[in-house]
């Protein structure tokens, strides 16, 4: 039986290699692998598939499987670490960045500053926080809608712990929405008033006589 | 239309939405920027016959040309489709809700054939399969059941065997919904929402727009829906949506994207207090006009039918999900209106309430049908 199903697989890396993107034939191999009990072939052959297309959803959720049926955890990180030298914007390698991360060490401290590293240059060291960097930018007049959408995150964050000086942090927060709305995301724009609306709704009472004296 | 009315044509179009690669090249950043040339190439086409639109009518919808597209399909596609031989029931589906959006009426003697077909991909054991003789799959019965609802004859509804397993939105519209048939469902999906707020295929996996509307719509069916943190993946220069992060937009994500958002507004206003007004009442959290622009202006195949991207192929399942503009907001002219559909099951609101009102006259099934773990 076990020589038939190496025959199979064969097969069957044939047809997927013809039809990469077809859910049976990755439900099969799938199958076969169950039953012989030997992934020995499955990261080389889902890793021939991603060279073609680094981003294909079946290649990723068979490799996946595989890894954590057969604990095959080790050489991964630096497989990620190769794709993301080839294409720093392959989302899947980042996800599998994390899957990786989360199934091994998981997030500890260590890891965090380690992972921050990665992303960022040395420049943060210089910062008290990664939210002083990014303001810094900001006024150094970066208008990245994913650097304000991180600011933002962190004010709605900093309104929800009831930190010191609410009306200035969601009067920041705000700015930033609709500067978004206006100008940096349009594309965006009905979400981006959503969101300001939102804090408005949810902060803006306590702070309102503040505003007015303010305008 | 006036030319300042489009999206795609106002003069800092090109300059705020194009993509900026920062000076780091790689085959996503390659990818997309071939695309929007493309896509370019579309909307300057679209411009120049404004100019000479004198009766204000563009972007026009084909109807009769995707109408034509779609009767033909129901009865013959090209062996290009032999990829989809354990998918007929979602070809099925697709095609028949296509139509029922363009108000398309078919003969009661199609409508007998399809109920039949499907009839034959039924199973023994409960469920629909992907073609007659295969093994029955919550896929192919949620299509089934779905295009069965459409066509919404007597015929057609008894030939569903209520008795085994479906997925929650089949059994919804057929009534067999017991607390044990989903025990433990809503907690899997949620473990399928991933750090970026999408849902994905299965826990681990990257969050991908079809999966998200799956995951969401789930969720409502079943009345656990958690405040989900579903990023708007709009495209900035297309005007139509992506799948996944720097991933290519693609006319089929008008759907399982922009499909999310009538979604996302229920579960906010649930969610809300009753003071809070910071929803829109008039409009989604996504611009429907420039999703419509993408659409119209460079997802229409000339020969009829929808397609991804210019310069794909045609592909049914393609036009299934870009038909679904918003009925409410429309460019072009008042033809472009299409049928209003039911956010959670897909089908046009008429055939759900007549689904319904057939199906709660039989009783729920006394024991729970426990599905087999596929």
Request: proline share 4%; aromatic share 10%.
């Amino acid at each position: 039986m076990n020589k038939d199903l190496h025959k199979e697989l064969t097969y069957i890396t044939n047809v997927i290699n013809k039809h990469p993107k077809n859910y049976q034939v990755w439900h099969h191999r799938r199958v076969i692998v169950e039953r012989l009990q030997d992934p020995g072939r499955e990261l080389d052959f889902t890793a021939s598939i991603l060279q073609d297309d680094a981003k294909n959803y079946h290649a990723w959720q068979h490799r996946q499987w595989v890894i954590r049926e057969f604990d095959l955890w080790d050489n991964e990180l630096g497989y990620v670490e190769k794709l993301l030298r080839d294409d720093l914007r392959n989302n899947s390698a980042w996800n599998q960045r994390y899957f990786v991360v989360n199934h091994t060490t998981g997030f500890t401290d260590d890891v965090i500053e380690r992972e921050i590293s990665v992303l960022l240059d040395r420049q943060l060291q210089n910062y008290p926080s990664v939210l002083a960097f990014c303001q810094q930018l900001y006024e150094d007049r970066y208008r990245s809608p994913y650097l304000m959408a991180y600011m933002i995150d962190t004010y709605e964050e900093m309104l929800e712990q009831e930190s010191d000086d609410r009306a200035a942090t969601l009067k920041k927060a705000e700015q930033l929405c609709n500067a978004l709305a206006d100008e940096y995301d349009q594309i965006r724009g009905e979400y981006w008033n959503y969101v300001a609306r939102s804090l408005t709704s949810r902060y803006g009472s306590q702070t309102n006589t503040v505003e007015q004296e303010v305008s | 239309m006036e030319l300042h009315t489009f999206r795609c044509c106002d003069s800092s179009f090109e300059e705020k939405n194009k993509f900026n690669d920062d000076k780091n090249q790689t085959l996503s950043s390659e990818e997309q920027i071939e695309v929007e040339e493309s896509v370019k190439k579309q909307y300057t086409h679209f411009k120049h016959r404004l100019e000479i639109d004198h009766e204000c009518i563009l972007p026009v919808l084909d109807r009769e040309m995707h109408s034509a597209f779609l009767q033909k399909g129901l009865s013959n596609l090209s062996s290009s489709y032999e990829c989809l031989d354990a998918s007929r029931p979602w070809l099925c589906y697709w095609i028949l809700h296509s139509l029922e959006l363009l108000d398309e009426p078919l003969s009661d003697e199609t409508i007998s054939q399809v109920a039949k077909f499907l009839g034959k991909c039924q199973c023994e054991t409960g469920g629909f399969a992907g073609g007659p003789g295969q093994h029955a799959h919550l896929a192919p019965t949620y299509a089934a059941v779905n295009a069965l609802c459409i066509l919404g004859t007597e015929e057609a509804f008894r030939i569903i065997d209520r008795g085994a397993y479906c997925a929650a939105s089949a059994a919804r519209l057929t009534n067999i919904m017991t607390p044990e048939l989903f025990d433990g469902t809503p907690e899997w999906i949620v473990r399928c929402q991933t750090y970026e707020g999408g849902f994905a295929g299965c826990p681990g996996m990257e969050a991908h727009g079809g999966y998200s509307f799956c995951g969401l719509a789930a969720l409502t069916l079943l009345n656990k829906t958690n405040l989900c943190d579903v990023k708007n993946v709009l495209m900035r220069y297309e005007g139509g949506f992506q799948g996944r992060t720097n991933k290519l937009v693609d006319g089929c994500y008008s759907f399982w994207q922009g499909g999310a958002f009538p979604l996302i507004h229920m579960i906010l206003t649930m969610h809300s207090t009753k003071d809070d007004s910071s929803l829109s009442a008039e409009s989604w959290l996504f611009h429907q006009k420039a999703l419509q622009e993408y659409v119209l202006v460079c997802c229409q195949y000339p020969g009829g039918g929808l397609i991804d991207k210019p310069g794909s192929g045609l592909s049914i399942a393609q036009h299934f999900a870009g038909g679904k503009l918003s009925h409410v907001l429309n460019i072009g002219h008042e033809n472009n209106i299409v049928r209003p559909t039911h956010p959670v099951y897909n089908v046009c609101v008429d055939k759900v309430v007549h689904a319904d009102m057939f199906f709660k006259q039989l009783p729920p099934p006394k024991s729970a049908s426990k599905s087999p773990n596929t």
